[in-house]
């Protein structure tokens, strides 16, 4: 018969070793995190649409191509990062009205980038075309945006990091 202290002394082994290898599966799982893991959101305050300047208004069309005639609008407002890091890449999310409420930008919530957020207030602002047709003021309503630790880097035809895909059936 295995006595108590016997016991014990395998269990403290086990749980020993059980706890080693949790730590080592834990910090591979780690090093695998998708970058997605890594997003910070960041507020968005203070945000308004304005006309843009005749300069920037120049040659402006409609989102969906068509070529008729568009109004060039600036959406600012201020990006407010509560990290200690910069944030990159921060995609700005929102819906957009016209007066009377009807949709903008149907099906549509992203509207562009903010390049980097410094830790604290950052103010930002973001071009958009709308269908000269619709009725001003614009209504914002929504609005949010999030981004990335590091710098988003995609691998593009003709790049260094395009080789990497070449052979992958999965894409």
């Given at each position: 018969?295995?006595?108590?202290?016997q016991?014990?002394?395998?269990?403290?082994?086990?749980?020993?070793?059980?706890?080693?290898?949790?730590?080592?599966?834990?910090?591979?799982?780690?090093?695998?995190?998708?970058?997605?893991?890594?997003?910070?959101?960041?507020?968005?305050?203070?945000?308004?649409?304005?006309?843009?300047?005749?300069?920037?208004?120049?040659?402006?069309?409609?989102?969906?191509?068509?070529?008729?005639?568009?109004?060039?609008?600036?959406?600012?407002?201020?990006?407010?990062?509560?990290?200690?890091?910069?944030?990159?890449?921060?995609?700005?999310?929102?819906?957009?009205?016209?007066?009377?409420?009807?949709?903008?930008?149907?099906?549509?919530t992203?509207?562009?980038?903010?390049?980097?957020?410094?830790?604290?207030?950052?103010?930002f602002?973001?071009?958009?075309?709308?269908?000269?047709?619709?009725?001003?003021?614009?209504?914002?309503?929504?609005?949010?945006?999030?981004?990335?630790?590091?710098?988003?880097?995609?691998?593009?035809?003709?790049?260094?990091?395009?080789?990497?895909?070449?052979?992958?059936?999965?894409?």
């Open positions: 018969m295995v006595e108590t202290a016991i014990s002394r395998w269990g403290r082994r086990l749980l020993g070793k059980g706890a080693a290898v949790i730590a080592m599966l834990i910090l591979v799982m780690a090093s695998f995190a998708s970058p997605a893991e890594a997003i910070t959101k960041i507020a968005l305050t203070h945000v308004e649409a304005n006309p843009c300047p005749a300069e920037m208004a120049e040659g402006s069309v409609t989102s969906d191509g068509s070529g008729r005639p568009a109004d060039c609008y600036l959406i600012s407002g201020v990006a407010t990062n509560t990290t200690s890091k910069v944030v990159y890449d921060a995609d700005v999310f929102g819906r957009v009205y016209d007066n009377s409420h009807n949709s903008v930008m149907e099906n549509r992203r509207l562009g980038l903010i390049p980097e957020v410094p830790p604290g207030d950052t103010d602002s973001i071009r958009i075309s709308v269908p000269a047709s619709l009725d001003p003021p614009l209504i914002l309503e929504q609005f949010r945006s999030s981004g990335f630790g590091s710098a988003v880097r995609l691998a593009l035809p003709g790049s260094e990091f395009d080789n990497d895909f070449e052979n992958d059936e999965d894409f």
